[in-house]
C-alpha cells in the first residue's frame, strides 16, 4: 500500500464530513484536533470543515491543519473499515505534495499526530503572514516543462522574485512569485506557447518570499521530536526518500517553503521503485488526476468519502 496525501487546495466544504459520520476513528480525530485547536481558528476545526464558510476555509492558516487533519481522519475511518489498527498495514511508501508531506511522515510515524497538527497550524499561520507582507502570488503554466518556466522566469522577472514553485505533472509548472513579476510573467507566457493561468492562493508559497515562514518554522521544528520513517517517505524537495536522521528530515521541511515541489519526480521515483497500490486520501481527488498525467493507467484509488457514501 502506497498513501499519497493532498496539499492546500484540496479542501472544499463538507470535506471529512462523510467520514466523520461513518466512522468513530474518524470522529475522533476530529474531536482531538478540536481540541487542540480550540480558540486558535475563528470556529471548531471540524465546522470550518463540514460548514465553512468557503472564503474562511481558504485561507492559508485554516486550510493547512483542516487538510491534515482530513486526510488523517480518512485514514483511520478506512483502517477501520478494514477492521485495522494504525499499527497493523505495512506501507510500502508514503508520499505528500506540499502541506501533505507532513501527513506522510506522520503516516509513517516520524511525527506524532499532535506534533503534526501544531507544525502544519503554525506553518499555515506562518505562510499566511509572509504572504500579506507583500503583493506576491502564483501561476500554473500549461504545457510548460522545467527549461520553458526557467526561461519564463528569467525574462519576466526584471529586479522582482519569480521561480519556479512547484513541478506537479509533465506539462502543468507553477511560478511563484512578486504580484508584478506575475503579471508580466502571466502577459508573456503566450509568447512562448503557453497557457498560464493565476492562481487563488494567498501568496509566492516555494518562493523566497517565504523566508520568514521558513525562519520561524525552523524555530519550531529544531524542539519537534522527529522519529526515522518506518517506510520510504518522499522529500518535495529532493524526489527521493527522507533519511533517517532527524536533522535533515528537518532541513529538507524547512528548505520546502522556498524550494520548488518535485512531485511529478516524486511520484516517478515510487512508480520506478516501489510495488503495490496507491492510495489517495481524503480530502478530494486532485493527486489521482496528476497521476493520469504522471504514468497514464496507473491506478490510484480514492478514499474522498467511504466505500458506497
Not at 9 to 19: F, K, R, S, Y
Not at 21 to 37: G, M, P, Y
Not at 263 to 292: Q, V
Request: charged share 20%; net charge negative.
Amino acid at each position: 500500500m502506497i498513501i499519497l496525501c493532498p496539499g492546500q487546495g484540496a479542501q472544499a466544504v463538507t470535506m471529512g464530513l462523510a467520514w466523520r459520520d461513518a466512522s468513530r476513528a474518524a470522529r475522533d480525530i476530529f474531536e482531538q484536533a478540536d481540541a487542540l485547536l480550540k480558540g486558535s481558528l475563528p470556529a471548531t476545526l471540524s465546522s470550518l470543515c463540514f460548514e465553512g464558510p468557503e472564503d474562511t476555509l481558504n485561507r492559508t492558516d485554516v486550510s493547512q491543519p483542516a487538510i491534515f487533519v482530513c486526510s488523517v481522519a480518512s485514514w483511520h475511518g478506512l483502517l477501520e473499515s478494514l477492521g485495522m489498527t494504525p499499527g497493523d498495514p505495512k506501507l510500502a511508501a508514503a508520499a505528500g505534495l506540499s502541506l501533505g508531506e507532513y501527513t506522510a511522515l506522520h503516516l509513517a510515524g516520524a511525527i506524532s499526530f499532535e506534533d503534526g497538527l501544531s507544525l502544519v497550524a503554525l506553518r499555515g499561520k506562518a505562510m499566511q503572514e509572509a504572504a500579506e507582507a507583500q503583493r506576491s502570488g502564483m501561476v500554473a503554466l500549461i504545457g510548460a516543462d522545467e527549461d520553458k518556466a526557467k526561461a519564463l522566469c528569467d525574462k519576466a522577472r526584471q529586479d522582482d522574485v519569480l521561480v519556479c514553485a512547484n513541478f506537479n505533472a509533465p506539462g502543468q509548472v507553477v511560478i511563484s512569485g512578486s504580484k508584478a513579476a506575475c503579471e508580466r510573467a502571466t502577459e508573456l507566457a503566450q509568447e512562448e506557447g503557453l497557457r498560464a493561468s493565476p492562481l487563488p492562493v494567498a501568496g509566492a508559497f516555494h518562493s523566497p518570499l517565504m523566508q520568514p515562514a521558513a525562519d520561524r518554522l525552523r524555530a519550531a521544528l529544531e524542539t519537534t521530536r522527529i522519529n526515522a520513517p518506518r517506510c520510504p517517505v518522499l522529500a518535495n524537495v529532493s524526489a527521493e526518500p527522507h533519511s533517517e536522521d532527524p536533522d535533515q528530515i528537518r532541513r529538507r521541511l524547512v528548505e520546502q517553503l522556498t524550494w520548488p515541489v518535485r512531485w511529478s519526480a516524486c511520484c516517478a521515483w515510487m512508480n520506478k521503485n516501489i510495488e503495490g497500490e496507491y492510495h489517495e486520501l481524503a480530502p478530494g481527488r486532485t493527486l489521482s488526476g496528476l497521476m493520469r498525467r504522471i504514468e497514464r493507467g496507473r491506478k490510484v484509488i480514492s478514499h474522498d468519502a467511504p466505500e458506497g457514501a
